[in-house]
Structures are given as structure tokens and as C-alpha cells.
């Protein structure tokens, strides 16, 4: 298949620190792709260049042929972009909001209004608020609203759930979906490894670098060793003692659980784990075996660059 977007060897310096470091990748047709990275990994860096917002310091990029240095014009007239910070102006109201994004692009809500029609809906009750008094969820909707409003044939999304909660997190990422049914690809970057699984396929960045990229599925499935979750009441000591044993490659806090993950599932070593937990805490504790989620898989990774 002939690919959507491509991206080959991107480098961006800012003075000493290297944004960007030799990231090549393609995007096709109708899929997902998220960039999923802590902050300062390059994602918005990445996302400056794709839209033409900034010229990498080597390397190129072509979105549906076009160049993203040659050719911006084009590009900027035939992407929807939703940046990392609220973008729309807080003193119109949702409705002038998107009206004022139509125009910019020569076009008008009644025109396109089947484009926003999905997330709309939920906006509607509130066409005559302000944007500035528009919940975090609401902002977000309508941010996506504006970037469709002109029928892009892509959509590049720079963290659009940070700071969002759960449901409407949920409820964003549904509308994504069926947006990319409709034929939209979308590229989005997200801090949220909990997303990842919700992407067709995941590029992991750090420092710069795509560590690997592919369906989260096969991430996930391709996991090294064995994973351990241990629950005790005592997790600040059970993470000291448990660090220092021998033969495991790492310990680190997962929610109400410590994970630690094994080279592999060695009966000895979870014997050992057994026994100090057993001398030294005095409260009652589990041991179980688990499978990985995309976070374990993504501090793997960081681990392993990081010995390299
Ligand atoms: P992310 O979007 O993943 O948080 P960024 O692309 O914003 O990452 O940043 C990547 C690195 O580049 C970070 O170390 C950041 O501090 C640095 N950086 C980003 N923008 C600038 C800038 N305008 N000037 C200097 N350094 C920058």
C-alpha cells in the first residue's frame, strides 16, 4: 500500500538539545498512528515539522505527495491540526469559533457541518458559550471540530486529551475512530500510554528516537521475560528489598502494585522474592504472574536504550 505520510531521517537541534534524532517512518491510508512519549521526547517537535510550522535541521517529510518545506501551502490548506495548547479564541463563542476556522478556508459549517456532525452533537447544547467557559472535554471537542471544519485529508492531533478526564478522554477517542472510518487518517501524540492500545499503530519515542514502532498488539505480545505484580501494604520496603535482589530487571511502582520483570520465569528467583518478602514484612503480601500492558512494555524498551 502506497503510504499517506512519509518521514525520512528528521533531525531538529535547539541549540545543544537534540529534539529530533534521525526519525524516519510512514503512515498510511485510514489507521491511527500514535506518537507516545514522556515530555520532551520530540513529539510536538515532530509534529512542528509535519505541519509545516518548522523546517528540520535535515531530513524530509511528504504528506500526499507534497513536500513539507516546498510545497507548505498546500499542505497547510489540506491538514486539520489541533495543537498541544487551546488554540481557539476565548472570548467567541463555539459556534463563531468554528465559524471563524470555516472561513479561514474558504468554507462554512453548513457546507461541511457532515464532517463535525459525530462530535458536534455534544457541542451543540452549548453553540452560544464562550469558548473560555467550556469545560476541559468541551474545549477539546470543539478544537477537533475546527480542525475538521475544512475536510482535511489528515489530521495531526498534538496531545489533545492532556489534562482531560477519563470519560471524556474515552469519549475523544471514540470520536477518533470514527473519524478515521470515514477515511481521515490521523497522527496523534499522546503522554497516555493507557491510549496506545486505542491507535492502529504506535511509534514509542524517547530522547528523539522512534525505539520501535508497530501495532500495539505485537508490542504487547513481543514483551521480553516475565512480569511479576507484588501487593503488600508495605510497598516503599518491599521496593527496597526487592531491588536488591539478584536476577531481576527491574522494580518499579504500577498503580497499588510493584511490577518487577524477570529475564525469564525462573522458579528460583521467585522463591527468593517469596522468601525475603516473607522475612522482612509483616503484613501479608501477593505475589502473581502477569501479562504485560503497554507501559511495561514501553519502560522495557527505555531500559534496554538505555544500556545500549
Ligand atoms: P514533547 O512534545 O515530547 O514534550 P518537545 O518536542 O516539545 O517534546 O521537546 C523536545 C526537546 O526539545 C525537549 O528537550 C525540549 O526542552 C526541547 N525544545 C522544544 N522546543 C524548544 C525550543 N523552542 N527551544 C529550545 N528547546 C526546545
Redesign the pocket.
Known amino acids: 500500500m502506497q503510504s499517506f505520510i512519509s518521514a525520512k531521517n528528521l533531525s531538529k537541534s535547539?541549540?545543544d538539545?537534540l529534539?529530533?534524532d534521525d526519525v524516519s517512518f510512514q503512515v498510511y491510508p485510514n489507521e491511527i498512528v500514535g506518537f507516545i512519549?514522556?515530555?520532551?521526547?520530540?513529539?510536538?517537535?515532530?509534529f512542528q515539522i509535519l505541519t509545516t510550522l518548522l523546517i528540520p535541521d535535515s531530513g524530509s517529510a511528504t504528506i500526499a505527495g507534497f513536500d513539507t518545506g516546498r510545497d507548505f501551502p498546500k499542505i497547510r490548506s489540506s491538514i486539520g491540526y489541533m495543537p498541544?495548547r487551546f488554540s481557539l479564541y476565548p472570548d467567541l463563542s463555539v459556534e463563531e469559533n468554528l465559524r471563524f476556522f470555516a472561513n479561514i478556508f474558504g468554507s462554512s459549517i453548513e457546507e461541511n457541518y457532515e464532517m463535525i456532525k459525530g462530535v458536534y452533537t455534544l457541542l451543540a447544547p452549548f453553540a452560544k458559550r464562550k469558548a473560555g467557559a467550556l469545560s476541559g472535554g468541551m474545549k477539546q471537542k470543539l478544537a477537533l471540530c475546527c480542525a475538521l471544519i475544512h475536510k482535511p485529508l489528515v489530521l495531526f492531533l498534538?496531545?489533545p486529551t492532556t489534562g482531560v478526564d477519563a470519560v471524556s478522554r474515552t469519549e475523544f477517542w471514540d470520536n477518533l475512530v470514527q473519524i478515521r472510518d470515514g477515511g481521515i487518517p490521523i497522527v496523534v501524540?499522546t503522554p497516555y500510554m493507557d491510549e496506545a492500545t486505542r491507535c492502529d499503530r504506535v511509534a514509542m519515542?524517547y530522547g528523539?528516537k522512534i525505539m520501535q514502532m508497530d501495532t500495539p498488539e505485537y508490542i504487547i505480545a513481543n514483551y521480553q521475560g516475565s512480569l511479576l505484580a507484588i501487593r503488600t501494604q508495605e510497598r516503599y520496603l518491599a521496593k527496597q528489598l526487592l531491588s536488591q535482589i539478584k536476577g531481576i530487571d527491574s522494580v518499579f511502582t504500577f498503580g497499588d502494585a510493584i511490577h518487577i520483570s524477570l529475564p525469564e520465569r525462573t522458579e528460583p528467583i521467585i522463591d527468593e522474592i517469596d522468601a525475603v518478602l516473607q522475612r522482612e514484612l509483616s503484613s501479608t503480601y501477593s505475589i502473581t504472574e502477569i501479562l504485560p500492558n503497554f507501559e511495561d512494555c514501553f519502560l522495557q524498551f527505555m531500559r534496554q536504550k538505555s544500556h545500549e
Open positions: 535547539y541549540g538539545t529534539a529530533l512519549g514522556p515530555d520532551g521526547s520530540g513529539k510536538s517537535t515532530l498541544g498534538d496531545e501524540s519515542i528523539g
